[in-house]
């Protein structure tokens, strides 16, 4: 740290009295500063130190003054007790007293509330409150200060009190100091960093000491001692640093914890204020002998480099270590003055005032960032420039280079015959690594630190600026006085080149032969012997590692990815194709590595080709290099032939075409021109070929048409090359019907396959006269036949029966097919029968009539059923062999006929609440049903309907016994559930009825009557049933 005076003034009063200052403060744009001196408030430019103006209002000292946040005013305090309120224009506008002289003052960062305080009391005031607000205390105010949000304002006393208090004045927090009244409270700041978690306030008093406590009272830190009566403390914009100065007559630089840095000036009295320009590096000093000196502050850079490891100071006593390509960090707090830094490998060597600390890495990993303290070397040395090697320190004082061991024994000393200007370590085994050094009188030496002599590398006329070393140690690259980058070779001490404009030089550790130099504002890369690239950088360039140059701006070090395109192109444009590739290697953009790739296989290097399109993973030309690669295995040579297929892979066609004629192989081009499609130039290139070749290179620019979806030029030209298929798939698929019947038409009838296509095409786009006209014209009655059954146009196709009988199955089984799934089975049933198809037919009915009964339709059911007796009769009319089963079929369906007529009025009471059924009628009908189920029950008609019918309809005409005898049937069924109560209840009243019938209730005829008792099994005289003695057959009924 280097304090530079900016302009210094001293105050007087007309007598040519020193006018004691007593305190500063800055405009908030620190373009002014405020200065209280005598009984006057100064106000000076702070860019120059020119007063601007006196303001004169009070009549006694003024011992403080403070400026608002926002600029619009500021205040002063006197002796004469009173505080006045100047505007930013320099106007006063309100003044207020206190019973006692004003000590101090200081506005509210966020309210701009002004408090200000006196010996017994302090007061609280505001612009938008018309009286001030007051409150006593029991010792007098030296000082005060608010919190960075303004919620509370701290006091200090002469008691050795801070008295923290909030913005009504009620104390919160009393924080008392060990020496009590005798170690007053001279001077407090709170610290104005945003990034400290805790308001942290700095505390001075005359017991000289310095102490931290966070707002709740509580003491950060131990106690600084130091050794004069503080006057003022005052915090840098940020709360990096503080400024401190009293009767030391200096002002001192301390960090934020209190540990001193050095001394900002030396004063010939007491400072007894001192304050830092807002978001500056500026400090101004006020005196007791009326000096104002204002200072510039310059913190010079400490830091150290190798490769990708930077370490540099922060905050004065702290050191980072930043790695540059992983960006990780970690700070080592030293807490004291960090003076020097060094690093090499895992080494890390930090100068503090007092000793030397030596670091070293946890592990070897690369990117291992954990430093532990190996060595410390308890001594205190002067020097200007700090090496650390191995197992060595390197101390270099001027023209003397000392090699100290890590436990502080000096092993050798080297004098030089002029000052040294720089000093590098370039590696080397541990314990002997070798130092680099460059003199002031030009001189460039190699030491070993095992070796007490130098050796002189080569002597230049000019003083030594920066230097650097080939990867090789073939090379020296050197920055002179001039600004001037001169390259030597080692070995013959001839310089290769020179450059001008260059602060700063490195070689780049992963490629021979490059270096980078940087000066006025660019960044200049310069391969082998070819011209410099340039590009805009700020900043000096400390390291080159592949593509990354590290490059130091101000205090930070930033590694900045540069493409090393520029040097890969000069190396193209020679075809060093090889030299190009090491470049690329380094760091080039994918664009880069495909024109390096390009160009190397247009080179026929096909090895560099190969790796540069590996790394843009590229197949199509690796695909390319390895068939090359595999024909020249095979013994082919031809380079022409070659060169022409990378040419067509590129899109350079018609050199390819030129160098594929040239070699003999026209074929090869005829095939690249097709395949892309180029059919003009094809036929350019066919002027003088073959009518055949003409043919398939019309046949291939029709497949192209087709497959780039432009279906009518390829159908039109697959026409003219005769490929008549393909051009009807194509019209086909696009439903271009005029196109295909114009097509169809010209077609000959022998052509049956596009013909037969072009009908199925109309077929599909529903345009069946069309389809009609093909087959016609093809002659294929049957497709014809199919074709109208398909539509469902009947007519024309019983037309077509009427004169093609045999083709009537074709027909008239789709349209029975077709009317049964319409629901028209009775018609399909009569198609089924005039198709022949007795079988479908039969099965139609059953179907039917299968269908009836499970509706319940049992009407419908004895129809379909004397429908099938019929149809049984009819078979056995024409069919000898089928004449006696389909007979007994016939009987069986006349019955099941009969059966479901009957139950179909017996099922019509059982479910309806009416019946148009007579009694009698309904009695006869059950009666008959009764008798004839005998074993198998015809699926759908109950017993169980029939008997309860019988039962309710004898016991209704009077015939009890019949009616006794269908209920004790009944027992022996499953009754439904809606019928159990009902015919318990008959049952139990049919009991007491008489035990016979009635007989005269019967009106069925006399015949009928016979015939129930007979069925009863009892007779009306009581004697045996006739029918045991008689034996004629009986047909029992039910009309």
Same mark, same amino acid.
């Given at each position: 740290m280097r304090a530079v005076p900016t302009w210094i003034d001293k105050v007087h009063d007309r007598d040519k009295v020193e006018q004691c200052i007593y305190d500063l403060a800055f405009k908030p744009d620190g373009s002014q500063l405020i200065v209280a001196a005598g009984n006057r408030v100064l106000?000076? !430019?702070?860019?120059?130190? /020119?007063?601007?103006?006196?303001?004169?209002?009070?009549?006694?000292?003024?011992?403080?003054v403070a400026y608002a946040k926002d600029g619009k005013r500021f205040a002063s305090g006197s002796a004469d007790k009173s505080i006045i309120i100047w505007t930013s224009k320099l106007e006063g506008i309100l003044k207020y007293t206190h019973n006692d002289s004003i000590q101090c003052v200081a506005y509210n960062p966020v309210t701009h509330q002004l408090a200000s305080c006196s010996s017994g009391d302090f007061g609280l005031w505001s612009p938008e409150q018309k009286s001030v607000s007051k409150h006593k205390v029991n010792s007098k105010i030296t000082c005060c200060g608010w919190t960075n949000d303004g919620q509370y304002l701290a006091l200090g006393m002469m008691s050795g009190v801070v008295s923290i208090r909030n913005k009504n004045g009620e104390e919160k927090v009393k924080i008392e100091r060990p020496g009590g009244s005798?170690?007053?409270?001279?001077?407090?700041?709170?610290?104005?960093?945003? $990034?400290?978690?805790?308001?942290?306030? #700095?505390?001075?008093?005359w017991g000289q000491k310095l102490s931290f406590y966070q707002l709740s009272g509580k003491q950060i830190g131990k106690d600084r001692q130091l050794n004069f009566d503080p006057c003022c403390v005052s915090y840098f914009s940020k709360g990096e640093y503080i400024v401190m100065g009293g009767s030391d007559k200096q002002a001192s630089?301390? /960090?934020?914890? &209190?540990?001193?840095? &050095?001394?900002?000036?030396? +004063?010939?009295?007491w400072v007894w204020t001192c304050r830092v320009k807002p978001d500056s590096n500026y400090v101004v000093v006020g005196c007791q002998d009326g000096t104002i000196a204002f200072f510039q502050l310059i913190f010079s850079t400490v830091h150290g480099l190798y490769k990708d490891r930077y370490a540099y100071r922060d905050s004065m006593t702290d050191v980072i270590v930043q790695h540059l390509i992983t960006e990780q960090k970690v700070r080592i707090k030293c807490r004291e003055l960090v003076k020097k830094i060094a690093i090499y490998r895992s080494r890390l060597a930090i100068q503090l005032p007092e000793k030397i600390l030596i670091y070293e890495?946890?592990? $070897? *990993?690369?990117?291992?960032?954990?430093?532990?303290?190996?060595?410390?070397?308890?001594k205190r040395f002067e020097c200007n420039l700090l090496v650390v090697c191995s197992q060595h320190i390197i101390l270099c004082q001027e023209k003397r280079l000392q090699c100290l061991s890590f436990t502080s024994v000096k092993e050798k000393e080297w004098i030089m015959e002029s000052l040294i200007r720089y000093i590098k370590v370039i590696g080397g085994p541990p314990g002997r690594e070798g130092l680099l050094v460059g003199l002031k009188n030009g001189a460039i030496l190699k030491i070993f630190v095992d070796n007490p002599f130098p050796i002189t590398l080569l002597k230049q006329n000019t003083s030594v600026r920066c230097l650097d070393m080939s990867t090789s140690r073939s090379k020296l690259a050197v920055v002179d006085e001039h600004n001037t980058c001169l390259v030597y070779d080692i070995h013959t001490k001839e310089l290769l080149f020179q450059e001008p404009n260059a602060n700063s030089v490195a070689w780049n550790t992963q490629c021979e032969d490059m270096l980078c130099f940087s000066g006025s504002g660019y960044l200049n890369i310069k391969a082998s012997n070819f011209p410099v690239h340039q590009q805009k950088l700020q900043g000096f360039v400390v390291g080159y590692n592949g593509s990354k140059i590290f490059c130091l701006h101000v205090y930070s070090m930033a590694a900045v990815e540069v493409p090393q395109s520029a040097p890969m192109y000069q190396y193209l444009e020679k075809r060093m194709f090889k030299e190009a590739y090491q470049i690329a290697c380094l760091g080039v953009t994918d664009s880069d590595w495909r024109d390096l790739a390009t160009e190397a296989l247009e080179g026929l290097d096909f090895d560099t080709a190969k790796k540069a399109f590996i790394?843009?993973? !590229?197949?199509?030309?690796?695909?390319?290099?390895?068939?090359?690669?595999?024909?020249? @295995?095979?013994? %082919?040579?031809?380079?022409?032939?070659?060169?022409? $297929?990378?040419? #067509?892979? +590129?899109?350079?066609?018609? %050199?390819?075409? @030129?160098?594929?004629?040239?070699? &003999?192989h026209d074929n090869r081009a005829l095939t690249m021109y097709t395949d892309l499609r180029m059919f003009e130039y094809a036929k350019d290139f066919l002027a003088t070929a073959d009518p055949k070749d003409t043919k398939l290179l019309m046949k291939k620019q029709a497949d192209w048409a087709k497959n780039s979806k432009e279906p009518r030029a390829a159908a039109d030209m697959y026409l003219t090359a005769g490929e008549n298929m393909k051009a009807i798939e194509i019209i086909g698929e696009h439903g271009w019907v005029d196109m295909l019947i114009d097509l169809a038409r010209k077609l !000959?009838? =022998?052509?049956?396959?596009?013909? =037969?296509?072009?009908?199925?095409?109309? @077929?599909?786009?529903?345009?069946?006269?069309? #389809?009609?006209?093909?087959?016609?014209k093809m002659g *294929?009655?049957? #497709?014809?036949? +199919?074709?109208?059954?398909?539509?469902?146009?009947? !007519?024309? =196709?019983?037309?077509?029966?009427?004169?093609?009988p045999q083709y009537k199955d074709d027909v008239y089984v789709p349209y029975a097919q077709w009317l049964a799934e319409n629901d028209r089975f009775e018609e399909a049933q009569k198609a089924f029968h005039k198709a022949g198809r007795q079988a479908e037919a039969v099965k139609v009915l059953e179907q039917l009539t299968h269908n009836a009964v499970v509706e319940s339709r049992f009407n419908d059911a004895s129809y379909y059923y004397w429908m099938l007796s019929m149809q049984c009769l009819d078979i056995a009319r024409d069919n000898e062999e089928k004449k006696e089963e389909m007979l007994k079929k016939f009987h069986s369906f006349q019955h099941l006929a009969e059966l479901y007529h009957v139950y179909h009025s017996i099922h019509r009471y059982m479910v309806e609440p009416f019946s148009s059924n007579m009694p009698e009628t309904l009695f006869n009908q059950s009666r008959f049903l009764f008798h004839n189920l005998n074993k198998d029950i015809p699926l759908g008609i109950s017993k169980v309907y029939t008997l309860y019918a019988l039962a309710k309809q004898s016991k209704a005409l009077g015939a009890y016994k019949v009616a006794r005898h269908a209920f004790e049937k009944l027992q022996g069924l499953k009754i439904p559930a809606r019928f159990e109560e009902s015919m318990k209840l008959s049952c139990l009243t049919i009991r007491s009825k008489p035990y016979h019938d009635n007989e005269f209730r019967v009106t069925a005829g006399p015949e009928a009557a016979r015939n129930h008792w007979v069925q009863a099994g009892t007779h009306p005289e009581g004697g045996a049933s006739p029918s045991q003695g008689d034996t004629r057959s009986?047909?029992?009924s039910h009309l």
């Open positions: 106000v000076y !430019d702070t860019a120059d130190g /020119t007063l601007i103006q006196p303001l004169k209002g009070h009549k006694d000292t003024v011992y403080c005798s170690s007053p409270i001279w001077s407090i700041a709170w610290n104005p960093s945003k $990034d400290e978690h805790h308001d942290i306030l #700095a505390v001075a008093d630089l301390y /960090t934020k914890d &209190g540990v001193r840095l &050095g001394t900002i000036g030396e +004063q010939n009295s890495l946890y592990s $070897d *990993d690369s990117s291992d960032m954990h430093y532990r303290v190996k060595e410390k070397i308890c790394r843009v993973r !590229d197949l199509r030309y690796l695909e390319l290099i390895n068939s090359i690669e595999e024909r020249k @295995k095979r013994g %082919e040579s031809n380079t022409e032939l070659f060169l022409a $297929d990378v040419y #067509a892979y +590129q899109g350079k066609f018609h %050199e390819a075409a @030129k160098l594929y004629k040239k070699s &003999g !000959d009838k =022998a052509e049956r396959e596009p013909l =037969a296509r072009c009908a199925e095409f109309f @077929k599909k786009l529903d345009h069946h006269g069309y #389809a009609a006209e093909t087959y016609s *294929d009655l049957k #497709a014809l036949v +199919q074709l109208h059954v398909e539509a469902r146009h009947w !007519d024309e =196709a019983f037309s077509l029966v009427e004169k093609h009986h047909i029992h």
